[in-house]
C-alpha cells in the first residue's frame, strides 16, 4: 500500500461544479497534512494547510479525518483557472524523519 | 522577491559526465530539500538539510550528493549521472521543516543519454 494514495483522475467537470477529491494516508503517526497545487510540470504550490478541525479559503474546504487517514479537499463554483493537479502531502511524523510524502496527484479539468 | 532558484532549468548531458545543478533561496529558510518527479511515483526526496553543515538522506539519496555550506545554498551533484536519472527535479525550502509551507524551485528538467 502507498503511503500517501490519490484517485489520479481526470476529473472533467464544468465551469461551476462542486468537486472534491480524498486522499488516504498510511502513517497514523503523521501531524501535518497540506494540499499543494501543480499546473502543467511547474513548480508546486502550497493551497493549503488541512487542520483537524476542517478548514475554508474562499471556494476551497479542506478536511481531515485522522481516525479514517483521508484527507479531503472539496471545490466550489470551479474556475477553469482550478484546471492542475492537486497533490496531496503528509509529513510522516516524529518517527519517519523531517521528510514529506507527496501523493501523486489528482488532476482537475475544468471545461465550458 | 521571495523566491527560490535553481540552475540550470534545462540539461542534456550523456552517462558519467559529473554535473552539478544549483539552488539558492532568498528567504533566509532554515530547511531545504531536493526532489525529483518522475511520472506515476510522485515527487520523491533525494536529500534535505537542517541547516549549515546538516544534511540527510531522503527516500532516494543513491547516485546523488548535496552540500550547505551557506545557509542559502544547496547544490545537488551528481558524480556519474545514468540514464535512470532522468527527471525533474525541484529544490524546496521552508522555514522550519516538514511543518511549514514549502517554497519551490522552478524545476530542473534533466535528461542523462
Known amino acids: 500500500r502507498k503511503e500517501v494514495e490519490q484517485d489520479p483522475g481526470p476529473f472533467n467537470v464544468p465551469e461551476g461544479a462542486t468537486v472534491a477529491f480524498n486522499c488516504t494516508y498510511s502513517?497514523?503517526?503523521?501531524?501535518?497534512f497540506f494540499w499543494y497545487r501543480q499546473d502543467c510540470r511547474k513548480e508546486p504550490k502550497l493551497l493549503m494547510s488541512?487542520?483537524?478541525s476542517g478548514n475554508e479559503d474562499g471556494r476551497f474546504t479542506a478536511q481531515l479525518n485522522r481516525a479514517s487517514q483521508y484527507i479531503s479537499l472539496l471545490i466550489r463554483d470551479s474556475k477553469l483557472s482550478d484546471s492542475a493537479t492537486y497533490l496531496c502531502?503528509?509529513?510522516?511524523?516524529?518517527?519517519?524523519?523531517?521528510?514529506?510524502?507527496f501523493g501523486t496527484g489528482t488532476q482537475l479539468k475544468v471545461e465550458l | 522577491e521571495a523566491q527560490v532558484t535553481q540552475n540550470p532549468r534545462y540539461l542534456i548531458t550523456v552517462t558519467g559526465k559529473k554535473l552539478t545543478v544549483t539552488c539558492s533561496q532568498n528567504?533566509?529558510?532554515?530547511?531545504m530539500s531536493w526532489y525529483r518527479q518522475d511520472p506515476g511515483l510522485g515527487l520523491r526526496q533525494i536529500y534535505y538539510?537542517?541547516?549549515?553543515?546538516?544534511?540527510d538522506k531522503g527516500d532516494v539519496p543513491e547516485g546523488y550528493k548535496v552540500s550547505r555550506k551557506e545557509k542559502r545554498n544547496f547544490p545537488l551533484i551528481l558524480e556519474s549521472p545514468s540514464p535512470n536519472q532522468t527527471s525533474l527535479y525541484f529544490c524546496?525550502?521552508?522555514?522550519?521543516?516538514?511543518?511549514?509551507?514549502?517554497?519551490f524551485g522552478p524545476g530542473t528538467r534533466l535528461t542523462v543519454t
Open positions: 538539510s537542517m541547516n549549515v553543515e546538516v544534511t
Open positions: 502513517n497514523s503517526a503523521s501531524q501535518s
Open positions: 488541512v487542520y483537524s
Open positions: 502531502v503528509v509529513n510522516r511524523g516524529a518517527g519517519g524523519g523531517n521528510k514529506l510524502t
Open positions: 528567504m533566509n529558510h532554515e530547511y
Open positions: 524546496a525550502s521552508s522555514l522550519s521543516g516538514t511543518g511549514s509551507e514549502q517554497y
